[in-house]
Antibody, heavy 123, light 109 residues
Framework: QVQLQESGPGLVKSSETLSLTCDVSGYSISNGYFWSWIRQPPGKGLEWIGSMHHFGMTYYDVSLKSRATISIDTSKNQFSLKVTSVTAADTAVYFC????????????????WGQGLLVTVSS | LILTQPHSVSESPGKTVTISCTRRSGSIASSYVQWYQQRPGSAPTTIIYEDSQRPFGVPDRFSGSIDSSSNSASLTISGLETEDEADYYCQSYFSHIQIFGGGTKLTVL
């Protein structure tokens, strides 16, 4: 059974870079799927940040305006997120998740999620 | 791509409730729609995928459908139980961009 676990600092200073890692167990990242980051500001809804396939295809939400970067390390079976120039608006619970890809522009559900990690941006 | 959900719905135990998810541009039928349940402090879990499929372990009280005439997807929960009280999110995609609806808070009272 696949398991995902986020790790990283829970407090980041404004204007600095947020860096998170998602460790994957029970499934090899190299076997497929898109590996994703999703966040949820306190009391608000889910916001997709971006997704990456181990072949290198990567897609991001335009609202982050190129501040986000996702990378995969197949040797460690983990993937990461960096968000630069953070502000208070980046305070959120950050989830890593796996989304099933059915080819072309076809996706199914985010079928596995980490438990989430609260990241607070302080001034 | 924008997915619009009602902010909240409420219904009594044993009754049936339907939550809508309206796609504002493009055809609802052109991309799969998924539905997630999220309880406070927990990660979302899939209750419907690919418009109307239920993952193993999800009760058949939960069903999903799409309606091209209203360009919307719907999640229907029958025989409401107090444990169904949660936030529900629809999700779809367009050109590899994933979108979540704003979420609907279901109150079972």
């Amino acid at each position: 059974q696949v398991q995902l676990q986020e790790s990283g600092p829970g407090l980041v200073k404004s204007s600095e870079t947020l860096s998170l890692t998602c460790d994957v167990s029970g499934y090899s990242i190299s076997n497929g799927y898109f590996w994703s980051w999703i966040r949820q500001p306190p009391g608000k809804g889910l916001e997709w940040i971006g997704s990456m396939h181990h072949f290198g295809m990567t897609y991001y939400d335009v609202s982050l305006k190129s501040r986000a970067t996702i990378s995969i390390d197949t040797s460690k079976n983990q993937f990461s997120l960096k968000v630069t120039s953070v502000t208070a608006a980046d305070t959120a619970v950050y989830f890593c998740a796996r989304v099933h890809y059915c080819g072309g522009d076809c996706y199914s559900n985010f079928d596995s999620w980490g438990q989430g990690l609260l990241v607070t941006v302080s001034s | 791509l924008i997915l619009t959900q009602p902010h909240s719905v409420s219904e009594s135990p044993g009754k049936t409730v339907t939550i809508s998810c309206t796609r504002r541009s493009g055809s609802i039928a052109s991309s799969y729609v998924q539905w997630y349940q999220q309880r406070p402090g927990s990660a979302p879990t899939t209750i419907i995928y690919e418009d109307s499929q239920r993952p193993f372990g999800v009760p058949d009280r939960f069903s999903g459908s799409i309606d091209s005439s209203s360009n919307s997807a719907s999640l229907t929960i029958s025989g409401l139980e107090t444990e169904d009280e949660a936030d529900y999110y629809c999700q779809s995609y367009f050109s590899h961009i994933q979108i979540f609806g704003g979420g609907t808070k279901l109150t079972v009272l």
